[in-house]
């Protein structure tokens, strides 16, 4: 298999005037402003949390709900949202999309309890699936030369990997400054300002040949993708129940019933076909489990760096910036990179670098800053490198009126991987911290409390004081530590895995089109 074919002979037909040469770049920051917002808000809670613990007093599983449901209902609606913006317009639901996303930002920062702010991560998941299949399909359709849009796909996976990267940064200085709640208000006066440049700015797009859209499917793939990430979640915390084992199930009858519809339709909201092409299967996974495995570090590590030696929020985001930096770094090199070295062999450079930081934090006790640093920049290189190749090549996969489908896919899977990565891998984490939390000198709710994660272990030693409270914490350090070395050599293996497999996957001769 050679290169995929742009597909540009049918072009989407422009509702406004053609961008001019200038135009395209601040188009192009108006996207990446909001793209930056929706990023962020994936992982920004991770500093937050204990704040909000300390707040709301939220039971270990409405914990993970609070962080990890916004990657989880976000990723389950972006292929249907891209289907949406191809028929009715991207600009339309980029707006739309990002309104929603303010007015959600409210009902998060004026929560009361557990439950409201869950409502509110769901809402914002919503409005963040509204707006980013837009922000990649309306940059298919800007930059028509291929160098042109090679950069402004890896300007835009910096943005999307560095956004969840500094998360932590900027939600620990607002979280110190002002309280858990100022994660959410941040987002209201950029939700205001990109409206705005939006709907001056941003020419209207949307395909000329698509047909209604089929709700049905667009119903099988939400609660598809949706029971899959729930089924994997409790599954993943041990002694999975028989609900669990069905819900698995069900979501495997479901996502295939909507790829044999899909198979039938002149069409589709997902074209399936699309997945024969070695090449675009393999950044499609890719794409997935480097999120996985990013998402999922950041989260612990952020719980580490606070829990474990005590830094303050702001303190404990400062130190993940490391990670901003090298996605940053492997992000904007990497057009240059395909060009020089090949999809091939640079997306499994990528996936190795990010296999590679969670041996060192598995091999090398984690005890002083500098190896978390190593690790950080180690997983975020390898981040940036494997998200823009990838994204590179399922751009240049599609003709243009199908934009938002490939930026479906590149999108769900980013989500999506964030959303598993703290639901698997912080699950899994989550069951060896409980079996490493042994001989404990409670009982009753304060046992069960401190057994539930660092955060409760943490709690109750504080209100315990004293000789007693010293040392409930320092088990639980003791605890979270080996439970995050085993899942690190977990995530090892299983990113490793998929570095083999993208080798043996994309021809040695294969090229992506934008990439020229």
């Known amino acids: 298999m050679g290169s995929i074919p742009p597909g540009e002979g049918s072009g989407p037909r422009a509702l406004g005037t053609a961008p001019q040469p200038a135009s395209r770049w601040v188009m192009l920051a108006v996207l990446c402003a909001s793209l930056l917002l929706v990023a962020m808000d994936a992982t920004i809670l991770n500093v937050a949390l204990p704040s909000l613990i300390d707040h709301m007093d939220p039971s270990p599983m409405e914990q993970l709900w609070i962080v990890d449901l916004y990657g989880l209902v976000l990723g389950g609606l972006l292929i249907t949202c891209g289907a949406i913006g191809d028929r009715y317009g991207r600009k339309r639901l980029f707006i739309a999309g990002f309104v929603l996303f303010g007015l959600a930002s409210v009902v998060a920062a004026t929560a009361h309890d ?24 309306l940059i298919r359709n800007i930059f028509l030369d291929d160098h042109e849009r090679t950069m402004a796909i890896g300007i835009w996976a910096s943005v999307a990997g560095a956004g969840a990267a500094i998360g932590p940064l900027i939600g620990g200085h607002l979280v110190e400054a002002f309280g858990w709640s100022a994660a959410f208000w941040l987002n209201v006066p950029v939700v205001l300002l990109t409206v705005t440049a939006g709907l001056w700015l941003l020419p209207e797009y949307r395909s000329p040949h698509s047909g209604r859209l089929d709700w049905f499917s667009a119903a099988l793939s939400v609660l598809g993708i949706v029971a899959l990430a729930w089924g994997i979640k409790h599954v993943a915390k041990g002694a999975p129940a028989a609900i669990d084992l069905l819900v698995l199930v069900a979501s495997a009858v479901l996502l295939g019933l909507f790829a044999y519809r899909q198979l039938r339709s002149p069409d589709p909201l997902l074209d399936v076909r699309l997945f024969r092409n070695r090449a675009f299967s393999a950044a499609a996974l890719a794409t997935l489990v480097a999120m996985l495995a990013i998402g999922a570090a950041l989260f612990l590590i952020s ?8 830094y303050t929020p702001s303190e404990a985001g400062l130190r993940t910036v490391p990670a901003a930096i090298a996605t940053l770094v492997g992000s904007l090199a990497t057009p240059w990179l395909m060009r020089h070295v090949g999809v091939r062999i640079l997306m499994t450079a990528g996936l190795t670098a990010l296999a590679t930081g969670f041996l060192v934090l598995a091999a090398v006790p984690a005890t002083t800053y500098p190896v978390v640093a190593l ?67 409670l009982d009753g709710e304060q046992l069960d409390t401190a057994r539930g994660s660092v955060g409760g272990a943490a709690y109750v030693a504080d209100r315990l004081g004293g000789a007693t409270g010293a040392h409930v914490l320092d088990i639980a350090q003791h605890a979270y530590d080996s439970a995050l070395t085993t899942t690190s050599w977990i995530s090892a293996a299983l990113v490793g895995t998929i570095a083999v497999l993208t080798a043996v996957l994309v021809p040695r001769d294969f090229t992506a089109t934008s990439a020229h």
């Open 375 to 441: 690790v950080l920049v180690s997983l975020g290189i390898g981040d940036g490198i494997a998200i823009t190749t990838a994204a590179a090549v399922l751009v240049s996969a599609v003709p243009a009126e199908r934009a938002g489908m490939a930026g479906a896919v590149e999108e769900t899977n980013y989500e999506l991987g964030i959303g598993l990565g703290v639901a698997l891998l912080g699950s899994i984490h989550g069951r060896l911290f409980v079996s490493h939390m042994t001989n404990l000198p």
């Open 114 to 137: 557990p439950a409201q702010l869950i409502v509110g991560r769901a809402l914002l998941g919503v409005g963040g699936a509204m707006v980013m299949p837009s922000t990649l399909s």
């Open 303 to 310: 719980l580490w760096l606070q829990y474990i030696h005590g």
